[in-house]
């Protein structure tokens, strides 16, 4: 009985101490975004760091991730359920970080080995272009260019697959019923992109 309470106890402390839980975007930046003219931006400039024109004919997951970030680690399976249940959908996911080995682990890491995805890989000098998104892991989602949904990819302490917003976006594109949604005010394990 002791040691279940101790590890309870352990439980408790590593999910709300050791990782950052905070709220994504507590000083409201993405809603500087919050027009459609705004989001063209957005979405302008991320074609450019992924430097792709197939972004506006096709639907594109584009994950954002920061080096050193533990919640990096949590998100794993949930991109792998992600790229799984999209394999039967034409998609393609790019990956933005500034991290040599994170590029190098991509295929191993987010893909299960049955998934058969097109996957890019972005490496950049480092994060400060992104000054725009307030706190990573984060996700976007272009459907033939225009943007989807942008934030977290799910919310709670643990941000898995079952309490996510990603799914639920995703069905209605592939519904052709294509949102358009800025989440900045979600509360989970994130970490400050700047």
């Given at each position: 009985?002791?040691?279940?309470?101790?590890?309870?106890?352990?439980?408790?402390?590593?999910?709300?101490?050791?990782?950052?839980?905070?709220?994504?975007?507590?000083?409201?930046?993405?809603?500087?975004?919050?027009?459609?003219?705004?989001?063209?931006?957005?979405?302008?400039?991320?074609?450019?760091?992924?430097?792709?024109?197939?972004?506006?004919?096709?639907?594109?997951?584009?994950?954002?991730?920061?080096?050193?970030?533990?919640?990096?680690?949590?998100?794993?399976?949930?991109?792998?359920?992600?790229?799984?249940?999209?394999?039967?959908?034409?998609?393609?996911s790019y990956f933005i970080t500034s991290n040599q080995s994170v590029?190098?682990?991509?295929?191993?890491?987010?893909?299960?080995?049955?998934?058969?995805?097109?996957?890019?890989?972005?490496?950049?000098?480092?994060?400060?272009?992104?000054?725009?998104?307030?706190?990573?892991?984060?996700?976007?989602?272009?459907?033939?260019?225009?943007?989807?949904?942008?934030?977290?990819?799910?919310?709670?302490?643990?941000?898995?697959?079952?309490n996510s917003y990603i799914e639920p976006v995703l069905d209605m594109?592939?519904?052709?019923?294509?949102?358009?949604?800025?989440?900045?005010?979600?509360?989970?394990?994130?970490?400050?992109?700047?």
């Amino acid at each position: 009985m002791i040691f279940l309470w101790l590890l309870l106890v352990v439980i408790v402390f590593w999910s709300t101490q050791i990782r950052p839980i905070q709220v994504f975007d507590e000083n409201n930046l993405l809603m500087l975004y919050d027009t459609r003219q705004q989001k063209n931006i957005l979405v302008k400039e991320v074609i450019g760091l992924v430097q792709s024109e197939t972004l506006s004919s096709e639907l594109a997951i584009i994950h954002f991730n920061k080096p050193g970030c533990t919640c990096n680690e949590i998100t794993k399976s949930h991109i792998r359920d992600i790229n799984k249940n999209q394999q039967e959908n034409s998609y393609h996911s790019y990956f933005i970080t500034s991290n040599q080995s994170v590029k190098e682990r991509v295929s191993e890491d987010y893909f299960s080995d049955n998934v058969d995805a097109q996957k890019s890989i972005v490496l950049l000098d480092s994060l400060s272009s992104l000054d725009w998104l307030p706190a990573l892991p984060a996700v976007m989602i272009l459907d033939k260019g225009k943007l989807a949904y942008l934030g977290p990819y799910s919310s709670g302490t643990f941000c898995g697959s079952s309490n996510s917003y990603i799914e639920p976006v995703l069905d209605m594109i592939n519904n052709k019923n294509t949102p358009s949604i800025l989440n900045g005010v979600d509360f989970g394990c994130y970490c400050k992109n700047n």
